[in-house]
């Protein structure tokens, strides 16, 4: 048997290999290998909290943020970007949905604070 540490979601973990193993854990749990996922492989979701809806979408998103007083940016080709003209906050976000991650997720979270929360799946 081996170990294998790794840097997972910015903390340092130690993963116990098989015997013939390659020291990995075999789960497909890469540092960034899933969308939103934790360290221990669950699966979050954004929710906003008003309604009780889960965010599925960007254009879910921008109408709850709009609500909000957030206007989008349209200057950067790669990004989605939303700011407040009452704040200097900026929220950047991957432009695919699909490549939303905890760290964005709780971007929104702590720039819409009592708005969005993130839970599990």
Same mark, same amino acid.
């Given at each position: 048997? +081996? ?9 340092? !973990? @130690?993963? =116990?290999?098989?015997?013939?193993? #390659? *020291? ?6 890469? +540092? ?9 492989? !669950? @699966?979050? =979701?954004?929710?906003?909290?008003? #309604? *009780? ?18 206007? @989008? ?27 939303? @991650? ?20």
């Amino acid at each position: 048997m +081996s170990d294998v540490w790794l840097f997972d979601n910015g903390v340092l !973990r @130690r993963r =116990v290999g098989r015997p013939g193993g #390659t *020291g990995d854990s075999g789960d497909g749990r890469g +540092s960034s290998s899933h969308g939103g996922g934790d360290a221990a492989g !669950r @699966r979050k =979701v954004l929710v906003h909290v008003p #309604t *009780g809806q889960i965010i599925t979408s960007y254009e879910m998103l921008e109408q709850r943020l709009a609500e909000l007083g957030w206007e @989008r940016y349209h200057y950067h080709p790669e990004l989605l970007q939303f700011h407040q003209r009452s704040s200097v906050h900026l929220i950047s976000l991957p432009r695919e949905f699909s490549r939303l @991650r905890l760290v964005n997720m709780y971007d929104i979270v702590v720039k819409t604070r009592n708005v969005f929360e993130v839970r599990d799946a």
